[in-house]
């Protein structure tokens, strides 16, 4: 069974946004925030997935909860602006962002259209500029949470700031460090100059544990991919379909930070037992990269010279 969380009766709706949530953790904070009354908003580059999730959530939830699916390429500027833009349309605040999508490297490195490496342009630059062009409906909330999703691949990563695109020496396992590093470090930064602006937004990171996904199933494959690259996929893509908790039982730490007082903010939340693989929800210990707020700020500025944006906070 789940930890309880409600809305309180008679209270005004609250409305998440979540990227990636078509399938894997982001439909499994879905369907968990839809049956807790939430307005729902899914955000996919998979449009007929989204719109598949959104219909099969229909039913799970109180008819009066909002379901909404939206295309988003985070790894597309342009896309990442149209989609704030319609949602600023709607005017409605945002109390929840889940800044979940993410991708396992493709055995051979690809580039974004702007030449960032695809996994760090999609899982840190992409939530960088969502959340800064959705940061208007998330003041307008009473009480807004920025929840980036990062993993226990972060004990051991490092940022290669001489060679962020990986165009010496690229390997996949590498590449997704770096990028779970980046999404962990904004989180924490993000908070830090939060509590300096005073501001009523908080920011967290959470992680799943071990969680059956869909990323291994949806890893980028190459026709010039060799038998062990193949291979490699085809275990990815078995290993994270059938082993792990359930996407359900894995977003209870993004749950527990968007709905309860419990963690403080700039909390890194995630399941306990056995290595934090599944179970109870705590802080999770920050890895050695994580703990370095003179790195977290670099990745800031460079952020922001990365994408023209400034935040005023």
Same mark, same amino acid.
């Given at each position: 069974m789940y930890d309880t969380y409600r809305i309180v009766e008679g209270?005004?709706?609250?409305?998440?946004v979540i990227t990636g949530g078509a399938s894997g953790l982001g439909l499994g904070c879905a369907a968990r925030f839809r049956a807790l009354g939430y307005h729902v908003t899914i955000a996919d580059l998979n449009r007929e997935g989204a719109a598949r999730a /959104?219909? =099969?959530l229909a039913a799970g939830g109180p008819a009066d909860a909002r379901l909404q699916a939206e295309t988003l390429d985070l790894a597309d500027p342009d896309s990442v602006a149209a989609f704030a833009q319609r949602l600023r349309a709607r005017g409605e605040p945002v109390d929840v962002l889940v800044n979940n999508a993410g991708i396992y490297p493709p055995a051979r490195r690809r580039l974004s259209p702007e030449g960032h490496e695809l996994t760090f342009a999609i899982a840190h630059l992409g939530h960088f500029r969502l959340t800064h062009a959705l940061w208007p409906l998330l003041e307008q909330a009473e =009480? *807004?949470? /920025?929840?980036?999703?990062?993993? &226990?691949?972060?004990r051991r990563a490092q940022l290669?700031?001489?060679? &962020?695109?990986?165009?010496q020496a690229y390997e996949p396992i590498v590449a997704y460090q770096q990028a779970? &590093? *980046?999404c962990l470090l904004f989180a924490l930064e993000l908070q830090r100059r939060l509590d300096a602006g005073r501001r009523r937004i908080a920011s967290y990171a959470a992680h799943p544990g071990v969680c059956r996904t869909q990323i291994?199933?949806?890893?980028?494959?190459s026709s010039q991919d060799n038998a062990w690259q193949r291979l490699a996929t085809a275990g990815l893509s078995f290993g994270l379909r059938y082993v792990g908790q359930s996407p359900e039982r894995g977003a209870e730490p993004i749950v527990a930070v968007a709905t309860g007082a419990r963690f403080t903010p700039g909390s890194f939340v995630g399941p306990r037992w056995l290595f934090e693989?599944?179970?109870? /929800?705590?802080v999770s210990p920050l890895g050695p990269a994580a703990r370095d707020a003179?790195? =977290?700020t670099r990745l800031w500025q460079h952020s922001e010279a990365l994408t023209g944006l400034r935040w005023n906070l």
């Open positions: 209270m005004e709706k609250k409305h998440v /959104v219909a =099969a =009480a *807004a949470r /920025v929840i980036s999703i990062s993993s &226990l691949v972060q290669h700031f001489d060679d &962020l695109t990986f165009a779970k &590093l *980046a291994g199933h949806n890893r980028a494959r693989s599944f179970g109870p /929800v705590g003179a790195l =977290a």
